[in-house]
């Protein structure tokens, strides 16, 4: 995977200053009350971002005989543009309360309505409805439905000027703000093994220097959601030796404190991937010199240089290096690839009808494995296609040297399997909304996945992460389907732990796959009779993107590759660049490796 490729996943914005400037205008008109005394100007900011930032608003500070709501409104506005230290809204503070504040997290709240009242006089709250908010790293967490965002300001006197004396510990914007201000990024780090790394999503502020704080994040760590199923190779508390990265031309160099020099080769390495892989979100960043306290930081087998660079690292990728491209269908009890503007049948099951309610295909495809075909293989690379029976009782295994499909798993009613990297077979049996997970590892071993939250329950489908340290969940709760991500522990056991919900309109949702390393596609209605459709969705449930396409009873995706869809008219459709849908020939139950 090219560095270019790679920094192409990254979600940017372009905007254009003149643009930004009418719908800045616009939304302060229509949503907010400028506090009178104190002047709204648009200034524009130097940046290190990726990409050009929108204008800044910037307020000037309170004005004697200003209102407690002319504060409040000041101290909001003040905030809706990232500033290092927030110097302009420590002005509408208390003077205690000015050098005490450290907002360390973001609330973000509805845009619509005028967040503050004042229900009795010098008394301003901020009541609206909340939208979500980031945590101390910068990792998104959306708000449960109908939670309200309620703040007392504390609004008091001082030397006879209103001021906010109870500030909260994070900053407060609206989510016109925050999508103004604010892009995501991916940090980087590496499962328990380290042999692959893991995506973490995380936000940070367009006008900030870039590359200086996702690497400060990355020597955060984790988010606490994700940390119990991911590594590090920094050394705790690992910090910059210099004030911040330096960029000149393409090649940024990052000076980390001398700690990381006793650092053995192998951490050396993924220490560098996971740098790497961070700062190739950079756009203008194409080579990383790294030092500790001054000193090169190098390794062997790289000509002692301490120069790296993210295609150095491709065997880390996280969307598995070697993994298979094509997609794959049953048309007329045949197995077939997904070609541009036609199905091919496979040639290696030519001699098996498959008569199956869906099928998963290995990460690797025919190969079932990274390495070649052969006896070192424990399932003598027969097994790369899973199909579960037509009437959901039988998981069956099928590969080029198998005569006959092998049983897996029977159970009451399967759902579609999940392959993950590491070639475990992932399978669900909703056995009338008591669910039992089960995997079936490299060595033809049976284990139940400890899953709280998920057995037991009606779950309705569940899809393992290319890297396998997420799993995506749909999951009946009465009358609605709900989206739950969970992470994988991988210790003595397979776990299934930490689910959270991400709050979408649908409510009924039949199927899903990982369409990016930070998404999943989603096919759902609002309502029984609602017309089905697919929706990309982020894994943090920030945002959501509906695609507009045929109805479809299933679907398939992997990251890097293009939604396909099972039609209901029996037809395959695969999502198009120009946002159209081609028509790929009869088939259905649509596959990608994984």
């Known amino acids: 995977m090219t560095a270019e490729a790679h920094r192409s996943r990254s979600r940017g914005r372009v905007v254009a200053a003149a643009l930004a400037l009418a719908v800045s205008l616009a939304a302060l008109a229509a949503c907010a009350t400028v506090p009178s005394s104190g002047p709204v100007m648009f200034e524009g900011m130097g940046t290190q971002s990726a990409t050009p930032p929108s204008l800044a608003v910037q307020v000037n500070g309170p004005e004697p005989g200003d209102s407690p709501q002319q504060v409040a409104r000041g101290f909001l506005d003040a905030m809706a543009s990232y500033q290092a230290g927030q110097p302009v809204a420590r002005k509408y503070l208390t003077p205690a309360m000015s050098e005490r504040w450290q907002p360390d997290q973001v609330l ?30 910068g990792d998104w967490t959306s708000a449960r439905p109908g939670e309200r965002l309620r703040l007392d300001l504390g609004m008091t006197k001082v030397a006879g000027q209103w001021r906010v004396g109870r500030p909260p510990s994070a900053l407060v914007m609206s989510i016109y703000n925050f999508r103004r201000e604010y892009e995501s990024y991916n940090l980087y780090f590496f499962d328990p093994n380290f042999e692959i790394l893991v995506p973490d999503p995380i936000y940070l502020p367009t006008r900030g220097r870039l590359e200086t704080l996702l690497v400060n994040a990355l ?22 030796a210099a004030p911040s990265v330096t960029v000149d031309g393409n090649v940024a160099t990052v000076d980390l404190d001398p700690r990381v020099d006793s650092l053995y080769e192998p951490q050396r390495r993924y220490l560098l991937a996971q740098l790497s892989w961070t700062l190739d979100q950079v756009r203008q960043i194409k080579k990383i010199q790294v030092t500790a306290g001054r000193a090169p930081f190098s390794i062997g087998g790289n000509g002692g240089s ?15 290096a070697g993994a298979a491209t094509g997609a794959y269908a049953l048309n007329d009890g045949k197995v077939v690839l997904v070609g541009s503007d036609r199905t091919v049948l496979v040639s290696s099951l030519a001699g098996h009808r498959i008569e199956a309610r869906s099928i998963a295909v290995g990460i690797f495809g025919e190969r079932s494995s ?11 690379s027969a097994d790369w296609l899973a199909a579960v029976s037509t009437d959901g009782r039988k998981v ?13 798993w029977q159970g009451r009613d399967l759902l579609e399997p999940s392959w993950d990297r590491t070639g475990k077979l992932w399978m669900v049996d909703r056995n009338r909304g008591r669910a039992r997970i089960e995997v079936l590892d490299e060595r ?25 340290s997420r799993a995506a969940v749909l999951v009946q709760h009465g009358n609605r389907t709900v989206l739950m991500v969970g992470r994988v522990e991988r210790g003595e056991g397979l ?28 096919i759902g209605s609002e309502g029984q009779a609602g017309a089905s459709r697919a929706l990309k969705v982020t894994v943090d449930g920030y945002s959501s993107t509906p695609l507009t396409g045929p109805d479809a009873t299933s679907l398939s995706a992997a990251p ?14 695969r999502e198009d660049k120009t946002y159209m849908w081609s028509n790929q020939g009869a088939g259905r139950c649509p596959a990608y490796p994984g």
Do not use: C
């Open 560 to 573: 890097g590759q293009l939604v396909l869809l099972g039609g209901s008219d029996g037809v395959l459709h």
């Open 306 to 320: 301490n120069t790296t660079s993210a295609d150095q690292w491709a065997t880390y990728d996280p969307r598995v």
């Open 108 to 137: 973000v709240y509805d845009s619509t309505p005028v967040p503050l009242t004042e229900p009795k006089s010098g008394k301003v709250l901020i009541d609206v409805r909340r939208v979500g908010g980031l945590g101390v790293n």
């Open 495 to 522: 776990a299934i732990r930490g689910l959270r919900e991400i709050p979408l309109d649908l409510t009924r949702m039949t199927d899903l796959a990982w369409s990016q390393l930070d998404e999943v596609t989603v």
């Open 444 to 468: 033809d071993r049976l284990g139940t996945v400890d899953a709280p939250g998920l057995n037991g329950k009606d779950v309705r489908a569940l899809k393992i992460s290319r890297e396998g």
């Open 396 to 408: 069956n295994l099928y590969g080029a040297k198998r005569l006959a499909p092998r049983t897996a």
């Open 219 to 240: 020597l955060r760590g984790p988010s606490g959601w994700l940390k119990p199923s991911v590594r590090t190779a920094f050394p705790e508390r690992t910090t910059l």
């Open 370 to 380: 990274q390495g070649r075909l052969g006896p070192e293989d424990p399932r003598g």
